[in-house]
């Protein structure tokens, strides 16, 4: 029986791509990944601002992140993009694809004022960026010493929800998407998704406080849930505490 001591750095030695790592919940993980002891690459797509307050905040602790842009819905650009890791060699043991797209439009528009490019638009990022990325990554750890893939649902896309329909649908597809996946690469590489519910990160800006409050109160613990609650979820499916784990959607809700 394995013996786990709790004090060891879960992800000493081992590569890490965080994608959207320029957002509130993938910088987390990227800090946290570091800090656990994994080299970390962080990419963004539009907020390179962001992305380098991430580097600057992990080398004020001596931590190992670097930042690099990627826009998950450039099939070329992925390419080059895992072209470029390879001369590093850089050879990721981990991949979360947390990048994410949300919009007003597509929260707050009713079903008949939905465009095609509407359901476009989320669907290339969230699932075919996921698949895209996960794919190259699959290719090289399948080469090597295998790995893990965590991809990013959403607790809307486990119940379904009255608004948001696309960005609803997508994260549903990531789920089914993971299990494939998890198929497809297994036993070398595990596959699974984390579903968030209503975290203090990302769209809650939109909202105002009444519609925080009555966004609380549809949780059993009657509370938002914070980054770090979801970035040590990821940090558990990184890491050997969840060998036998695959093709499974963690829930990170607060019992909604
Ligand atoms: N926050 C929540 O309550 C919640 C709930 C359920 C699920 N989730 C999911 O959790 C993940 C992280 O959420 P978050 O709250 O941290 O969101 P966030 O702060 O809005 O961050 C979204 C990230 O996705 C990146 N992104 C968007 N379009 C991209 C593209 N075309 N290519 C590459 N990257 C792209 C953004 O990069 P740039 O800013 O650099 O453009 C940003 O880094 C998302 O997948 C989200 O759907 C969040």
Known sequence: MARWNIMARLLKGKLALVTGASGD??????????QEGAKV???????????????????????????????????????????????DQFFPDIIVNTAGHSDRRIWFSKPEELTNDDWVRVYNVDVVGSFRCSVEAAKRMMERRGGCIINFSSAAGVTGHTEGLPYTAAKAALIALTKSLAFIYG??????????????????????????????????????????????????????????????????????
């Open 187 to 256: 036993p070398k590489v595990r596959v699974n998704a984390i579903a968030p519910g209503n975290i203090d990160a990302g769209s809650i800006k939109w909202y105002n406080a009444e519609q925080v409050e009555t966004m609380k109160l549809e949780a059993s613990l009657r509370r938002l849930g914070t980054r770090r609650e979801v970035s040590t979820v990821a940090l558990f499916l990184a890491s050997d505490l969840s060998s036998y784990i695959t093709g499974q959607t963690i829930l990170v809700d607060g019992g909604i």
């Open 25 to 34: 919940i993938g910088s987390d993980i990227a800090l946290l990944f570091a």
């Open 41 to 87: 690459v962080a990419t963004y797509a539009k907020s390179e601002d962001r992305a380098k307050e991430l580097q600057k905040k992990g080398k004020s602790f001596g931590l190992d992140i670097w930042t690099k842009q990627l826009d998950v819905t450039q099939e070329e650009k992925i390419d080059l993009f895992f072209k470029d890791l390879d001369k």
